[in-house]
């Protein structure tokens, strides 16, 4: 599993972008799992499971990792490709139109313990504050940074 995927295509974009889709995802862990298995943590019946699982494998963002044979039923195993999922900048271009809009977004999953996500948060405001240090002028257009952070549960 990488730790970062670019989503490149419009068709990721609007595959995670789905609400359900979205949130399953965050139901993956760091071991593959099968759609009957994403059903019973959920609750939900397994032909909506696959039907969200075929549309995020379609598009990139899961894949089969292992299949096996189970009671004479073929099972697939699913993991994310990837740890943390980025929008590419021309996308969100095209997303966001050709008004010429000065705006951007980045997003980005992170795992790990309390210690590490304040390294993490410590990491990416020291370079905020370097890169305004470093680029920011007395005069021209204001812009604004935004970060936020919760835990996925």
């Known amino acids: 599993m990488k730790d970062v995927f670019i989503m490149t295509k419009y068709a990721q974009l609007k595959a995670v972008s789905d609400p359900f889709r979205g949130n399953l995802l965050t139901h993956f862990g760091t071991e593959p799992i099968t759609g009957q298995q994403l059903a019973e943590k959920l ?6 499971i696959h039907y969200h699982l075929n549309e995020l494998e379609k598009n990139g963002i899961i894949h089969i990792v292992k299949r096996e044979e189970k009671n004479g039923i073929l099972q697939k195993f699913y993991q994310p490709v990837a740890l943390s ?11 966001e139109g050709s008004g010429g809009e000065k705006t951007g977004y980045k997003s980005a999953s992170f795992r790990g313990d309390d210690e590490a996500r ?7 405001s020291d370079a905020i504050d370097e890169g305004r240090k470093r680029y920011a002028k007395d005069e021209g257009e204001t812009f604004t940074i935004s970060m936020s952070w919760t835990p996925k549960s």
């Open 118 to 124: 304040q390294k993490f948060l410590t990491h990416v």
């Open 43 to 48: 609750d939900l019946s397994r032909s909506k």
């Open 85 to 95: 999922f980025l929008v590419d900048e021309q996308l969100l271009n095209f997303v």
